[in-house]
Structure formats: C-alpha cells, structure tokens
C-alpha cells in the first residue's frame, strides 16, 4: 500500500508537472499571438491615416500625385503612392489609386484605394433647399436624388435611384417605395459658385460671347449663333456664325449677366455656361436618342448662374422635349407664366435637374389633371452614371470607389 501511495504522488506530481510547463506555454504563446494581433491592428490604423492624409490632400486638388514617403505617423511610419486609376474607358471621371503602407513596431499593413470625384451631372434630381413641392403617387425617379433640405412626399411615388437629404427624414404621408435605399441625415454638399475654370475654358478653346446669344444646334454637328441686344423690344444682331462643334473644346459661355437662348439637334458635346439665364426657345434634342441608343455620344450640360426658364412662346405651347443635364444656380429650372393660360401638354426631360430650388412647370386640378403649364415625364439618362458633358462642375467631396487590403 505503501508503494502505491509513493507512485500515485509521483504520478500526481508529474501530470501537475505538466500541465504547469503547458499552461506556461499556453500563456506564452497567447502573449505571442496578442501582441502579433496588437500589431497588425496598430499597423493598419497607420495605413488606414495615411489614406486619410491623401484623401485630405486630393480634396484640395485632384491633380496631387505626389504620395508619400516615410511619413511620421506618431509610433509608426507609413509611406504612399499615387497614381491615376481610371482603367476602364467607358468611366470619364477621375480616378486616383492610393498605395498606402503602414508600419508599427516592424509590423506593415498595406491597404489599395481607389477614389474619385463626381461630377454634378451624375444627379437625377438635386436641390440645395425643396420648397412644399410634392412627390405624389404616379411620380417615378430613376437615378441619385439627393436635397440639402427634407422631401415632401404624400401618397406611393417609386424612387429607383438611392435617395438622399441633409434632412433625417422626408415631410408628409405615404407609403413611398426607395428601391435603392436612403441616407438621410447625411452631410450637405454644397452647389458650386466658382465658374471661372469653366468660363477660361470658353476663352482657351472654346466660344465666350460678350452678349445675349442665340444658340441653334444642328444635327451636321454644327451650331449657328446671333450675339444681339434689344432696341426698345426689337432684337438688333449684332455678329453671327455658324460653328463646327468638334473643332472647339465643347465650352460655350457668356459673360456680364448676358443670357443663352437655344434650340435644336444636338451632334456632339456640349457645356453651355450662361452669366445670366438659359431660355429653352424650342425642343432640344440629339442627334442620336440614348433611349434607343445607348452608345449615343450627344450630351449636353447646361449652367446658368440665375434661371433655367421654358419659354412661353408658340413652339413650346403643344409639348416641349428637352435632352440635357440642366443646373441652376441663383434658383430653379422653371416654366415661364406656368401659372397662366391653357395646359401646354407634356414636358418631357431626358437627363437630369440641378437647382437652388424646385421650380414649378405647371398647375393642376385637385384630380390630378393638368390646369396650366406642362404635365411633367422625366427620364434619367444613365450615362451620366459614367459620362459627363465637358468641364461640367464636379462634387467637392472626394468618394471611395474600393478599399482592398
């Protein structure tokens, strides 16, 4: 019995032995394997700022190649290289490439990030402030739509693009269908106010015009143009063209408050900048329809640093048919005297609205049927989800394209 007792505490001894001796290893190896963790995770915060640090940099100018090297991250270090990105040629934006590598303690994490800046025509539907304007049952949008406001919506519109506001929420009652979901509560983005790249644009390669403009486009891919001034109600020209689009670089502007007045058959590309306003004379359409042909190369963008105005004249007095990305920056794209007359029929866009705020196109009874003005049909051109007219004003915030680590 004696024996036995001895081997049973010798045996004891040598499993508490062991378990001992594992548990320090155990021990060991989890220290081993939590600093290893502490690093790759300090490491990839390093990487992590220096993204940041070239994000901050390429919000300041786009054109920043100059990366980084062996930049002082506090305890770490980190380094990056900057690149353009854009590989694939149906995508006009900009698009940079951002290397960066970050150390910690001898550990490094690298991180490849592919960024870009979006130009204003990517929108659908934009406004800087929505008046008590409704969104109703029957109202379709395709394509971003964002407010630095709230939207007012009363019954079962459909939005099809993702749906955005400075506002937490969307004002009045329904039950509104966000196909591609919502950010509310997101951060404004302001209009631009700065058209002088543009405007040197139209005076380094393209047209600037020192008066009120009549602009006609013609679907040989020409233009014709009459600068004229006003003698007591009675146009004067004053000079006149005609144009070959593709000899210029698509810029045509006007300086001193002078205002655009246009028509016609697009061939080509186009940015049109206005001082004043934009008056839609006729119907503007393209040469080729991006609704039945998706490789159409006809955009037009149109900015005025005021107004966006339908004429109310005979040829827009029975339909009028408007392809472009419009931009209004003192207040709206508006139908004039939209309040008074006989119902104009349909105002069809094809493409999109950018504006302080909502403009009226029209009045309607309480059934819904049209009073005065037009019954609107808009339709986002999806190009403008890859495509641009030339020089067109651009976002100030720079977006993440992919992240890969």
């Known amino acids: 019995m004696g024996r036995f007792s001895i081997i049973l505490v010798v045996g004891f001894a040598i499993i508490a032995g062991g378990l001992k001796l594992n548990n320090s290893r155990l021990c060991r190896d989890a220290q081993e394997i939590s600093n290893e963790k502490y690093l ?18 390429l919000g300041q100018n786009f054109g920043w190649k100059d990366g980084f090297s062996n930049v002082n991250m506090g305890c770490g270090s980190g380094s990056a290289i900057v690149e ?7 995508i006009e934006w900009n698009q940079v490439r951002i290397t960066a590598t970050g150390t910690y303690g001898g550990e490094s994490q690298t991180a490849v990030v592919t960024v870009r800046q979006t130009p204003f025509s990517e929108f659908a539907y934009f406004t800087d402030s929505e008046p008590p304007i409704y969104f109703v049952t029957g109202d379709t949008m395709r394509g971003p739509i964002h407010t630095n406001g709230k939207f007012h919506i009363w019954g079962d ?6 749906v955005s506001s400075k506002g937490n929420f969307w004002v009045g009652t329904g039950n509104p269908e966000f196909k591609a979901g919502t950010n509310f509560g997101c951060e404004e983005i302001p209009l631009p106010v700065d058209m002088s790249i543009i405007q040197g644009k139209a005076q380094n390669g393209g047209v600037l015009f020192g008066g009120d403009t009549n602009i006609e486009f013609l679907s040989d891919g020409t233009l014709n143009w009459e600068v004229f001034h006003d003698d007591h109600h009675s146009p004067v020209v004053d000079s006149s063209g005609n144009i070959d689009i593709g000899t210029i670089n698509g810029v045509l502007a006007t300086i001193d408050d002078h205002d655009f007045y246009i028509k016609g058959t697009l061939n080509g590309r186009v940015t049109l900048l206005s001082d004043g306003d934009i ?15 998706p490789n159409s190369d006809d955009i037009l963008g149109l900015i005025a640093m005021k107004d966006v105005i339908v004429a109310d004249n005979a040829a827009n007095r029975n339909d009028c048919q408007i392809y472009a990305t419009i931009m209004a920056l003192d207040k ?6 939209h309040g008074s ?42 190009r403008f989800q890859t495509k641009a007219p ?8 720079t977006s993440i394209v992919s992240w890969y680590e």
């Open 332 to 337: 709206s794209f508006e139908v004039e005297n």
């Open 341 to 382: 007359g006989s119902p104009r029929g349909t105002l069809t866009l094809v493409g999109g609205v950018i504006q302080k705020m909502r403009g009226p196109v029209g009045t309607a009874w309480w059934n819904g049927s049209i009073k005065s003005g037009f019954q609107k049909h808009y339709t986002y051109d999806m």
């Open 84 to 90: 353009d990105a854009t590989d694939d040629p149906s």
């Open 157 to 162: 519109p459909v939005f099809f693009g993702l």
């Open 279 to 293: 008056w839609i004379e006729d119907d503007l359409l393209y040469a080729s329809d991006p609704l039945t042909d």
């Open 390 to 397: 030339p020089f067109y004003p651009i976002l100030r915030r």
């Open 40 to 57: 790759e995770a300090a490491a990839r915060n390093t990487t992590n700022s220096v993204v940041n640090l070239c994000m901050e940099q």
